[in-house]
């Protein structure tokens, strides 16, 4: 099979930020994936990974006091940076959850952004969480029972910082019938970055 990124097996792989770049601007999405233009991180990049960190070791030393008491109050689980896979025959697709319960019953994804912008972790394409419970049930034989987004508000421009307000729980429905559809919604997207790899190297 062609396609721009493979396992060590030869089998193409796919991730949701793959998805997600390659329908934004298939431009960028052929310069990372196929010409391997190295990613830039920058200050909102910078600053998601300092939280996701901190979070995952439990330390908050690098943060003020107030941005501590946010902190906090964010939810963590048994286990961090799990990797699922999710074997759709043809491809795969592949995610790291952020926090899991032992029994991957609960799953959790922390993102950072500006004040009430939260709501596109709401919108019908965002199925970045219904991609770990895909996988979640197959790995494991059951769907999680919860699959949530906790939203960590920041604010500053030059210096970030965690703003003053209370994570934001988004709970994602993850019904049988949303994650089947999510298979088939991932086979198109394979398809498209597919025929896309495959015309522009003709």
Known sequence: MIFPKLNKQGKPTISWSMINLFYQDSFEWWARYVIKKPFEPN????????????????DFDSFSNLEKVVLAKVERLDKFEEKVVLDLG????VGFIDSASSDFSRIIDYKTGGKDKFHKYVEPDYL???IYSCA???????APESAEVHYITREGRDNLKVAYKSPVVIDMDITE????????????????MSNYYLQKNN
């Open 43 to 58: 200050k909102w990049t910078d600053f998601g990974s300092k939280v996701g960190e901190a979070l995952e070791h439990n």
């Open 90 to 93: 043809e491809f795969e697709v």
């Open 128 to 130: 970045q969480m219904h």
């Open 136 to 142: 979640v049930r197959q790995m494991y034989g059951k």
């Open 177 to 192: 019938e949303l994650l089947d559809e999510t298979e088939k919604v991932l086979r198109l997207a394979f398809e498209d």
